[in-house]
């Protein structure tokens, strides 16, 4: 294990976001807590409460959610692909490194990051809004589950992308859509029935279901099923990614 | 002298049927700087490219100091630094930085007085902190060759170190890569500047169309290119070569205007002088006079055409 090696692009991942600090964190901080203007203040004071949550608590845990999975697949995907559009990825494959140290080194950073932001947008949320956490615990571990998975399919994504326009395809076309409809901002109790048998099909779904439930302890799923898809979708991104470290595909001739 | 690095019956095939390299065999020893000369699309950055990793054989075995590059691949590469063609740097990095990136990545723990010797060595010292976007094409090279030394390897690849390079900066790539050898680096470059094998290798090797035509020893190379012609041009056409020159190696112009005279210039004595005068004597008239000397150029032209 050249775990000198993992620590470097960790390390080297961490820089750059210590560089690019205004983009990387301020942004997602200032565009959340817009949400939470908007929609917890300004319109949530005119909504119920949703499952004995006042609204602007309520979305709390999707608001993190959506930040942190956009977060986790961007960042990730970007620090994969920057090398490959560089040209700097010749040094990556003819150092003496396995690609699951790559993996490690890059998933791990953009985890992190992503990890970091979900925290201080939770702290924004506490000047907004009076909230309680009913499983710490769980809630921790849910969000580092989701900033992991989320950071190996964007690692995917990077490794699959030939142009920055397919970098932004599947978190703009495919991730925002399902977090919006995955039941960031309301119940999926409140759909009609046909439609909450359809959004049963959206995965997204089930990880703001779970991480919901940490902290208010109800969910429109159980928690069991909610960690039973997190897993899977973590299984399903390894082994993609265990494919194609066997194949070098799109990395080594 | 051992071979620190060894390919056999090595192949690149592409998915499309292009085979890039076709049963490659080479022994590179240690210590040498061999040179690899041929021409755009040859194989040479896919035989380069394939020891150190980035592309995978179809077939054949590389070892690197006895390892094997597939199976032990991590101490292969840790002896292996490579300086890649294109200028492939991230522009926002600081030049210190990026050298220290290669060291951690090759796995050597960070030793900042070892890259500020690098950075010295390649008068990259007061760049240090510049950011790579700032620094011009040369030194750009540099910091490609400083981020290979990074992780001190045994053998170095450099894949074309003089293109788009001055003559200036070309010169100082040479010495750093005498002082390199010096050191006891191995050093494999490509290159398609004879003049550039010629100042530094030891050894020079030929390769086009995915085969290596030729290694030689750059001196036997030489030797073989020290044949020299004169070409004497003469003011009155000659209809034979007068027998009073009979005991030289001359060769008359169909038209009789000119005799080629071939010699040896690493023998003692060319008998030019001897030649001049027993042509006058012979009542030839010499117009004009011209040398002309076999290049590594020529041979390599030779094999080159030979080969298609």
Redesign the interface.
Known sequence: M?L??V???Y??EM?RFR?TIMQSLVSPVLSTSLYFVVFGAAIGSRIDQVEGVGYGAFIVPGLIMLSVMTQATTNASFGIY??KF???I????????SFLEIVAGYVGAAATKALFIGLIILLTAFFFIDIQIAHPFAMIALLVLTCISFSLLGFIIGIWAGNFEQLQLIPLLVITPLVFLGGSFYSITMLPPVWQTITLFNPVVYLISGFRWSFFGTADVSIGVSLLAIALFTALCLGFIGWIFRT?WRI?? | MTAIVSVKNLRKAYDGGFEALKSVNLEIEEGEILALLGPNGAGKTTLISTICGIITPTSGTITVGGFDTQTDFRATRSMIGLVPQEISLEPFETVFSTVRFSRGLFGKPRDDAKIEEILAQLSLADKRDNKVITLSGGMKRRVLIAKALAHEPRVLFLDEPSAGVDVELRKDMWDVVAKLKASGVTIILTTHYIEEAEAIADRVGIIANGEILLIQNKAELMAQMGQKQLRIDLSVATPDIPAALAQYELHRAPDGRSLTYTYDTKGPRTGITTLLNDLQNAGLQMKDLQTQQSSLEDIFVGLVKEDQ
């Open positions: 050249n000198n090696a620590k470097t692009i390390m080297h820089a560089r920057f090398p560089t040209g700097t010749y040094e990556l494959l003819s150092a003496p490194v070098g080594r001739q």
